[in-house]
């Protein structure tokens, strides 16, 4: 087991005395997009070392999700479901087909497009993926209440009703790393492990 590391949050102060409410505000928020981020590189690669324990990359356990649910769909089908542009998808099914995890197969009724499919290996990791994925929302989860954990639900979705007019572009936070966090320097941050976002890189 690597070093535990403990995370500081600043506290929200407020506006100092004296201070404009605006600016104690922006301050404030500031420090919140500051922990946003924090939160996210954290959790990211705790996801990736998770996930990667059964071959399977940040991002490509949601293309799975939907493959066990709605097998044979076409990548621009998934694109939709998923709220991604579709060369994203076509990007990260060439890294699942070289991974054994999907096939490629011609459509029945337009040879311009190809069906997407589970392979054995795809259907065979969905318990160990489900099971990882259940692991790591309960350690996300496990430093707050059952109220918390309410307000964060709602809080998130509100987060995300709120840029839902944004056009699907690569996810910045389903961008994998090319190389295994574990095997990074033990004394380093894991804040600091996950890359930098990239939107030209593919997902996942």
């Known amino acids: 087991m690597g070093a535990r590391h403990r995370v500081c ?3 929200f102060r407020g506006p100092a005395p004296g201070e404009p409410a605006a600016i104690g505000y922006a301050r404030e928020v500031g420090e ?3 922990l946003w981020t924090r939160a ?3 959790t990211r690669v705790a996801a990736d070392q998770t996930m990667g324990r059964y071959g399977v990359r940040v991002g490509q356990n949601l293309v799975l999700e939907v493959l066990w649910a709605d097998d044979g769909l076409t990548p621009g089908e ?3 479901r998923l709220h991604l542009a579709t060369p994203t998808v076509v990007k ?3 890294r699942m087909e070289a991974a054994g995890l999907v096939e490629r197969r011609p459509h029945e009724r337009d040879a311009r497009l190809v069906r997407l499919w589970l392979t054995e290996r795809g259907r ?3 318990v160990d993926v489900e099971r990882a994925r259940d692991e790591l929302e309960r350690r996300v989860t496990a430093p707050l209440t059952a ?3 309410v307000h964060l639900r709602s809080a998130l979705a509100k987060i995300v009703a709120e840029f839902a007019d944004l056009a699907p572009e690569p996810d910045p936070a389903d961008l994998a790393p090319e190389g295994d966090p574990a095997d990074l320097a033990p004394e380093r941050d894991p804040a600091d492990l996950a890359p930098e ?3 030209a890189d593919e997902f996942p």
């Open 9 to 11: 949050q600043p506290p």
């Open 32 to 34: 919140l997009l500051t």
């Open 40 to 42: 996210s590189k954290l």
């Open 78 to 80: 998934l694109a939709e």
């Open 92 to 94: 990260s099914a060439t």
């Open 124 to 126: 065979a990791v969905r």
């Open 147 to 149: 109220e918390e954990r």
């Open 197 to 199: 976002p990239d939107p």
